[in-house]
């Protein structure tokens, strides 16, 4: 199993948009680019209190 064409990347994008609404996409968008953000920041320890300790 081997990463999603183009068509269905379409189909994906096509259906998120139908069930959540163009209005609400930016919102999620942002949520799981934070989320990320912080797993990153959780995995590497690259966090705050660990840099004001330096």
Do not use: C, R
Not at 18 to 43: H, M
């Amino acid at each position: 199993m081997g990463m999603p064409g183009i068509w269905e990347l379409v189909i994906i994008f096509l259906i998120v948009l139908l069930v959540f609404g163009a209005g609400k996409i930016p919102k999620i968008a942002k949520d799981v680019g934070s989320g990320i953000k912080e797993f990153k920041k959780a995995v590497t320890g690259n966090d705050d209190e660990n840099q004001e300790k330096k």
